[in-house]
């Protein structure tokens, strides 16, 4: 698109009650800033909407003058598709407030909330939406992609948990997607990602969770690897419906928890995470010591808690690429495939990290949503590359690719998550993330609610060419 107003940005000022940041101005390089630091855009401006109606505002400008659009909740995505070269940035970071009713157990979420202000207001009233593992992430880009985490065994993915949402459309009208109303977006927006307009209101149900969850960590050194996942496959086989297990390549944390000796060394650990009785977390971190550890720990701890655990180890401005697949089990295969490539990382801040996908996330059938994925029971698999310095990205991205590339036999072959996708290569295009028929599906509602392709700055549904 051609960029053709003379001075947008005076002009965008005067049609929204929000802010509007351009290149001359002190905020300009904070306000374009997104989570990973290997991502360094220039847009024209970032408009900072303060409600609906300046989104509405925004998205009537953007297309009038021609303007690439990108839309920032929680700025997380790894592939920077919340900023835009010389384009307009629509920022919902100040949309962030969260509504609880503890009697109709319903949270209504404003588009730009990070899943730390969801959780401490649904967790006032010991409630909880299932969504991700690190507090600093947008409800927005999770939601809309799908959401997993702690609570996706026991609620579903965040998706799951959706009621209705408001979205403001390429035209610039507010319309509610819900099972009753336009129930072909609600469909789409429920996986298909920011491709068919801004949500600037989301409604969740709610389940209850907490307050006091139990946590645990079984650490294995790097040798003992092999032996502790397979290990751990039958513990993990038997799961009860209230403990979810991730299991992740790290190195150990900095932690008082962590022996001294112990901090920093590479190895492999189980984390468990009980929303049920002491005893029934307590099954299972025991049965997983079959395998001796190096160390562990377990506690009680708040569930909000839980949810910032990670948020240190993936602080913002870290060089960061990844790529995801879904397996159907930990075979022998795939194992010594992990445990042959994870000891190749350089980075100390890379993972490889195994979500159960199980439980609630199978009782929705898969044509029910646009999820890119099967819902048969299954493990999603990050592989992440965390660089604390740009220096080691390019040779991070490599282990990456290869352990992807070593992963890929064993993968169940019916879709890639989008979220944990970081480019759109050969290797994983969004056609076949999504597969024919729910992609072929998402284009024709993409074509009825966004015909000129506005939101594109995601994991673009459009047709070839
Ligand atoms: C540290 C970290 C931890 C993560 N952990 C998990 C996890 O545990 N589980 C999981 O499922 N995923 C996880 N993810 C992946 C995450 O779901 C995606 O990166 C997601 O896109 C982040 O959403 P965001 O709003 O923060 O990102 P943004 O970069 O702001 O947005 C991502 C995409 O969504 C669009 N978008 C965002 N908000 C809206 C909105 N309101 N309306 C329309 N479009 C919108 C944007 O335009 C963009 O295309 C993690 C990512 C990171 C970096």
Redesign the pocket.
């Known amino acids: 698109m051609s960029q053709t107003v003379e001075n947008p940005i005076a002009l965008l000022r005067t049609r929204i009650r929000g802010d509007v940041v351009g290149a001359d101005d002190d905020q300009y390089d904070d306000s374009r800033r997104?989570?990973?630091g290997n991502i360094d855009r220039r847009p024209l401006a970032v408009a900072r909407c303060l409600d609906e109606a300046d989104v509405q505002a925004v998205v009537r400008f953007a297309t009038e003058h021609r303007l690439e659009v990108?839309?920032?909740?929680?700025?997380?995505?790894?592939?920077?598709?919340?900023?835009v070269d010389d384009g307009v940035v629509?920022d919902?970071g100040r949309?962030n407030q969260v509504r609880v009713d503890p009697e109709t157990r319903r949270a209504v979420v404003s588009?730009?909330a990070?899943l730390g202000d969801l959780d401490s207001a649904t967790q006032a009233h010991g409630l909880a939406v299932p969504?991700?593992?690190?507090s600093?992430?947008?409800?927005?880009?999770?939601?809309?992609?799908?959401?997993?985490?702690w609570l996706t065994r026991l609620g579903g993915?965040?998706i799951d948990n959706l009621v209705s949402a408001r979205?403001?459309t390429a035209d610039g009208e507010a319309r509610v997607a819900s099972a009753s109303e336009n129930a072909d977006l609600f469909w789409a927006?429920r996986g298909g990602?920011?491709?068919?307009?801004?949500?600037?209101q989301?409604e969740f149900t709610l389940h209850d969770v907490g307050p006091l969850i139990h946590f645990g960590m079984v650490f294995w050194p790097l040798d003992q690897g092999a032996a502790a996942l397979r290990h751990a496959r039958t513990v993990i086989d038997t799961l009860p419906d209230d403990v979810n297990v991730v299991i992740a390549g790290l190195n150990a944390p900095p932690a008082p928890f962590v022996p001294t000796q112990h901090q920093l060394q590479p190895g492999y650990a189980a984390l468990v995470v009980g929303f049920g009785s002491a005893q029934s977390h307590a099954e299972v971190f025991d049965a997983l010591h079959a395998v001796p550890g190096l160390f562990d720990f377990t506690t009680p701890m708040p569930y909000v808690e839980l949810q910032k655990m990670?948020?240190e180890a993936?602080a913002w401005g870290f060089h960061?690429y990844?790529k995801g697949c879904y397996v159907e089990a930990l075979s022998d295969e795939l194992i010594d495939a992990v445990t042959a490539r994870f000891p190749e990382k350089i980075s100390p801040l890379s993972v490889v990290?195994f979500?159960r996908l199980d439980g609630a996330f199978s009782r929705t059938e898969e044509h029910v949503t646009a999820f890119s994925g099967g819902r048969s029971p299954r493990f999603?698999v990050?592989v992440?590359g965390l660089c604390p310095v740009p220096d080691m990205w390019a040779a991070e991205r490599e282990w990456v690719r290869s352990m992807a590339d070593a992963l890929q036999p064993s993968t169940v072959g019916d879709g890639v998550?989008?979220?944990?996708m970081t480019d759109f290569d050969a290797l994983n295009p969004v056609q076949a993330a999504y597969g024919p028929e729910k992609y072929a599906r998402l284009l024709d509602i993409k074509r009825k609610y966004d015909p000129h392709n506005v939101?594109r700055?995601?994991?673009t549904i459009a047709a070839a060419g």
Do not use: K, P, Q
């Not at 990108?70 to 900023?83: D, E, L, P, T, Y």
């Open positions: 997104v989570w990973n990108a839309v920032r909740g929680g700025a997380h995505s790894m592939s920077g598709a919340s900023v629509i919902l949309m588009g730009g990070l969504a991700g593992l690190v600093h992430t947008g409800v927005g880009g999770l939601t809309l992609g799908g959401g997993m985490g993915l965040t979205v403001v927006i990602g920011g491709n068919f307009g801004v949500v600037t989301f990670l948020d993936n960061s990844d990290l979500y999603a990050f992440i998550y989008v979220n944990g939101f700055s995601n994991a």
